[in-house]
């Protein structure tokens, strides 16, 4: 099935429980059958509008930060609860409710049926979003335009540093670590020396077919799960507004405030042509000059040059070649979901020839866990926990906003091989750990954990959200792995068919994997496994 969704996180036995609950209030636990008419991609879902402000008025009150977690037995009972009041919900919204509205989340493509908000006007929609419907036409003197302040040295503090600085074109649009990152934490450094990004930069080559942050809740799901946004914990709603994160962070670009950037950007040629194109506002109001770069930007991101489908798996798609041996055992593994079930979040469709149906994520979130990167400056504090999605819940203000800590944005996989580190946190140097770490990491946590507790880059009040039911993560400590060593070989080679032309080199210089390359805060029995691997 194309672009399977994932069920929200919850325990498999109190999903059971909340369905039977659900049965017994309602014949009709697919309320949304009869509302499947948007898209004929699209699979319909319940329509609780308003299903999770409701739902949270029969919840206890969240776990502060750094409290303990909810016992066990109350949980259940909230989670059944809440599963009433949302069923109860979305009955009388079929009952009594205006016609549902619509909205755009993916530029050009087909308004999305929108069936209840969560939170400040997040959308919750009746169907998936299908990324290989979106049309982008940017026009062309714009996208000119935003190519020139993506590569424009003079908007960091100090000058010296672009959006190319993190975003290398040479590399896929990912990083192109510096020495004292490839020694230290992992992850770019920013305009001033020994400074470095909370996170890992992702690629943002198809980056233009991430949807806007809406829920959607798939016919068999006890709730609604979110989806889209950009960055790793969806703060950013669109391209334009996530230039606002680099521009703006210490560790960074920066720059102190808008006022600032005016100053820096009004003194230079850039000042005039952005006035030519935007009005005079953009000399005189520094919000105005900051939606304008990022409408700029946007338009360059959003252009055909970022999203060129050129790689051998795109050739495969169109034309039914046959890849390598290990790469179509690897692609049979990736899918299988006894095995590596990849696609489960990474998801693609080999029954289309439109490479936009396989961009290898489906945008939705998950908690997966990925070891505490102890070289991050940020972590030498052992209080600091990068919350991912459960901050921008706050913000947003979502109905019991704890629930999703610990949850991050699934990437796309694609260009995957040619990364120098791995995960949010650029935690592994290679790629083969990465996909060892969801083989072993419930049945050798030791191996991935630094000896320390289990889960250590997670709060744990928060421990109860990781996701311990999907495989290969559902098995126990000490119990036979889901894949073997040959098989997370034949994985990492499938990973390699999806590098684009302009940088099969690149990926072939580094073996793939960069199975050669260990870094300094990568676990001593990992490094050891890759060494070891038997070449392919």
């Not at 109860?88 to 509205?101: D, E, F, Y």
């Not at 709603?237 to 996530?242: I, K, P, S």
């Not at 913000?395 to 991050?408: F, N």
Request: proline letters at 9%; charged letters at 20%.
């Amino acid at each position: 099935m194309i672009d399977e969704v994932r069920y929200a996180r919850r325990p498999a036995h109190l999903r059971d429980r909340c369905a039977a609950v659900t049965k017994s209030l309602t014949d009709s636990a697919r309320v949304s059958a009869a509302m499947a008419d948007a898209v004929p991609f699209e699979t319909s879902a319940p329509a609780a509008a308003s299903a999770a402000s409701a739902a949270s008025a029969g919840r206890a009150a969240a776990p502060a930060p750094g409290a303990t977690s909810v016992p066990a037995r109350a949980r259940r009972k909230r989670m059944l609860l809440a599963c009433a009041v949302a069923t109860l919900a979305g009955l009388a919204l079929t009952a009594s409710a205006a016609p549902p509205s619509e909205t755009v989340l993916l530029p050009g493509a087909p308004p999305s049926r929108v069936v209840g908000v969560v939170g400040n006007g997040t959308p919750q929609v009746a169907g998936k979003i299908d990324a290989a419907t979106a049309r982008f036409a940017p026009e062309p003197t714009l996208v000119a335009l935003g190519r020139r302040i993506f590569f424009d040295t003079r908007l960091s503090e100090p000058r010296g540093m672009s959006c190319a600085g993190c975003h290398d074109p040479g590399r896929a649009f990912a990083p192109t670590l510096s020495a004292a990152s490839l020694a230290g934490p992992g992850v770019p450094q920013g305009s001033r020396p020994g400074r470095f990004s909370a996170r890992n930069a992702p690629s943002l080559l198809y980056v233009r077919y991430v949807p806007r942050r809406h829920f959607y809740q798939d016919d068999d799901a006890p709730a609604p799960s979110p989806f889209g946004g950009l960055f790793s914990d969806g703060r950013a709603d669109t391209l334009a507004e996530q230039i606002r994160g680099p521009l703006f962070d210490p560790n960074e670009m920066n720059n102190r405030s808008p006022a600032a950037l005016l100053r820096k950007v009004d003194a230079t040629d850039l000042g005039a042509d952005l006035a030519a194109r935007f009005g005079i506002s953009v000399r005189r109001d520094p919000e105005q000059l900051v939606r304008a770069l990022g409408t700029a930007v946007e338009a360059y991101l959003q252009s055909d040059e970022m999203a060129p489908f050129t790689s051998r798996f795109d050739a495969y798609l169109r034309t039914r070649t046959p890849l390598a041996p290990a790469e179509m055992r690897g692609l049979a593994l990736f899918r299988n979901p006894d095995k590596g079930n990849c696609m489960s979040c990474h998801t693609l469709s080999e029954t289309s020839s439109r490479p936009e149906r396989s961009l290898f994520t489906d945008f939705g979130y998950d908690a997966i866990a990925v070891p505490r990167n102890r070289a991050l400056p940020a972590n030498r504090d052992p209080r600091h926990f990068d919350n991912g999605l459960c901050d921008t819940a706050r913000r947003l203000r979502w109905p019991e906003p704890t629930q999703w800590c610990g949850y991050l944005r699934t990437p796309g996989l694609r260009n995957v091989a040619v990364k120098q580190t791995f995960m949010h946190n650029g935690v592994f140097a290679n790629l083969r750990d990465a996909v060892a770490f969801y083989n072993t990491r419930s049945t050798d946590p030791r191996r991935w954990y630094h000896g320390a507790a289990t889960f250590d880059d997670v709060p744990a009040a928060y421990r109860g959200n990781i996701n311990v039911n999907s495989t290969p993560m559902n098995r126990r400590p000490g119990a036979v792995p889901a894949l073997t060593d040959a098989e997370i070989d034949d994985i990492v080679a499938f990973l390699g068919t999806l590098t684009d032309a302009r940088y099969a080199g690149l990926a072939a210089a580094r073996g793939g994997t960069a199975a050669n390359v260990a870094r300094a805060q990568a676990p001593a029995s990992a490094v050891r496994a890759a060494a070891a691997a038997p070449a392919r």
